[in-house]
Nanobody, 121 residues
Framework: QVELVESGGGLVQPGGSLRLSCVVS????????IGWFRQVPGKEREGVSC????????WYADSVKGRFTISRDNRKKTVYLQMNSLNPEDTAVYYC??????????????WGQGTQVTVSS
Protein backbone atom coordinates (compact mmCIF):
# COMPACT_ATOMS: atom_id res chain seq x y z
CA GLN A 1 0.00 0.00 0.00
CA VAL A 2 1.34 3.38 -1.02
CA GLU A 3 1.22 5.77 1.91
CA LEU A 4 2.32 9.36 2.17
CA VAL A 5 2.18 11.65 5.19
CA GLU A 6 2.78 15.38 4.97
CA SER A 7 3.76 17.67 7.78
CA GLY A 8 5.23 21.10 8.29
CA GLY A 9 2.40 23.41 7.37
CA GLY A 10 1.30 26.29 9.47
CA LEU A 11 0.85 30.03 9.66
CA VAL A 12 3.67 32.21 8.43
CA GLN A 13 4.04 35.89 7.67
CA PRO A 14 4.66 37.12 4.13
CA GLY A 15 8.31 36.72 3.32
CA GLY A 16 8.67 33.87 5.75
CA SER A 17 9.62 30.26 5.21
CA LEU A 18 8.26 26.82 5.86
CA ARG A 19 9.63 23.37 5.23
CA LEU A 20 7.17 20.66 4.31
CA SER A 21 7.96 16.98 4.66
CA CYS A 22 6.43 13.99 2.94
CA VAL A 23 7.26 10.61 4.41
CA VAL A 24 6.49 7.76 2.06
CA SER A 25 6.05 4.06 2.56
CA UNK A 26 5.10 1.13 0.39
CA UNK A 27 7.57 2.06 -2.33
CA UNK A 28 11.01 3.47 -2.84
CA UNK A 29 11.69 6.97 -4.01
CA UNK A 30 13.27 5.50 -7.13
CA UNK A 31 10.06 3.82 -8.15
CA UNK A 32 7.65 6.75 -8.22
CA UNK A 33 8.29 10.41 -8.49
CA ILE A 34 6.96 12.63 -5.72
CA GLY A 35 5.05 15.74 -6.56
CA TRP A 36 3.92 18.56 -4.37
CA PHE A 37 0.53 19.99 -5.20
CA ARG A 38 -1.61 22.68 -3.70
CA GLN A 39 -5.26 23.52 -3.76
CA VAL A 40 -7.34 26.49 -2.72
CA PRO A 41 -11.13 26.59 -2.54
CA GLY A 42 -12.73 26.93 -5.93
CA LYS A 43 -9.59 26.09 -7.86
CA GLU A 44 -8.15 22.96 -9.34
CA ARG A 45 -5.34 21.24 -7.56
CA GLU A 46 -2.14 22.37 -9.20
CA GLY A 47 1.34 20.99 -9.34
CA VAL A 48 3.95 22.95 -7.44
CA SER A 49 7.07 20.87 -7.66
CA CYS A 50 8.23 17.37 -8.42
CA UNK A 51 11.29 15.25 -7.91
CA UNK A 52 12.12 12.04 -9.70
CA UNK A 53 14.83 9.91 -11.11
CA UNK A 54 18.18 8.62 -10.05
CA UNK A 55 19.97 10.93 -10.30
CA UNK A 56 17.06 13.06 -9.34
CA UNK A 57 15.49 15.72 -11.46
CA UNK A 58 13.44 18.60 -10.17
CA TRP A 59 10.57 20.54 -11.63
CA TYR A 60 8.93 23.72 -10.38
CA ALA A 61 5.88 25.64 -11.35
CA ASP A 62 6.71 29.08 -12.66
CA SER A 63 4.90 30.65 -9.73
CA VAL A 64 7.32 29.16 -7.21
CA LYS A 65 10.53 28.90 -9.19
CA GLY A 66 13.39 30.52 -7.35
CA ARG A 67 11.52 30.47 -4.05
CA PHE A 68 10.81 26.78 -3.43
CA THR A 69 13.29 23.94 -3.37
CA ILE A 70 12.42 20.27 -3.49
CA SER A 71 14.77 17.63 -2.18
CA ARG A 72 14.73 14.06 -1.03
CA ASP A 73 16.39 11.82 1.49
CA ASN A 74 16.22 8.29 0.20
CA ARG A 75 17.41 6.81 3.47
CA LYS A 76 14.62 8.50 5.38
CA LYS A 77 12.19 8.00 2.51
CA THR A 78 11.25 11.63 2.84
CA VAL A 79 10.73 14.39 0.32
CA TYR A 80 11.00 17.99 1.44
CA LEU A 81 9.69 21.21 0.06
CA GLN A 82 11.55 24.23 1.35
CA MET A 83 9.38 27.27 0.79
CA ASN A 84 10.98 30.68 1.06
CA SER A 85 9.73 34.18 0.38
CA LEU A 86 6.18 33.06 0.92
CA ASN A 87 3.38 35.34 -0.13
CA PRO A 88 -0.37 35.21 0.48
CA GLU A 89 -0.90 33.62 -2.93
CA ASP A 90 0.92 30.57 -1.61
CA THR A 91 -1.85 29.95 0.90
CA ALA A 92 -3.32 26.55 0.16
CA VAL A 93 -3.56 23.00 1.32
CA TYR A 94 -0.40 21.30 0.17
CA TYR A 95 -0.43 17.65 -0.78
CA CYS A 96 2.30 15.28 -1.75
CA UNK A 97 1.53 12.58 -4.22
CA UNK A 98 3.27 9.61 -5.74
CA UNK A 99 3.19 10.17 -9.47
CA UNK A 100 4.16 8.16 -12.49
CA UNK A 101 6.39 10.91 -13.81
CA UNK A 102 7.25 14.54 -13.30
CA UNK A 103 5.38 16.14 -16.12
CA UNK A 104 2.03 16.35 -17.77
CA UNK A 105 0.12 14.26 -18.25
CA UNK A 106 0.78 12.11 -15.24
CA UNK A 107 -1.15 9.90 -12.89
CA UNK A 108 -1.19 10.15 -9.12
CA UNK A 109 -1.17 6.75 -7.48
CA UNK A 110 -1.33 7.92 -3.90
CA TRP A 111 -1.97 11.10 -1.93
CA GLY A 112 -1.05 12.38 1.45
CA GLN A 113 -3.68 13.90 3.69
CA GLY A 114 -2.62 17.46 3.06
CA THR A 115 -1.14 20.15 5.25
CA GLN A 116 -2.42 23.70 5.49
CA VAL A 117 -0.10 26.55 4.65
CA THR A 118 -1.40 30.00 5.48
CA VAL A 119 0.60 33.10 4.61
CA SER A 120 -0.83 36.13 6.31
CA SER A 121 0.25 39.11 8.33
Amino acid sequence: QVELVESGGGLVQPGGSLRLSCVVSGFTLDYYAIGWFRQVPGKEREGVSCISGSPSKQWYADSVKGRFTISRDNRKKTVYLQMNSLNPEDTAVYYCGAVVQCGTPTSVVGWGQGTQVTVSS
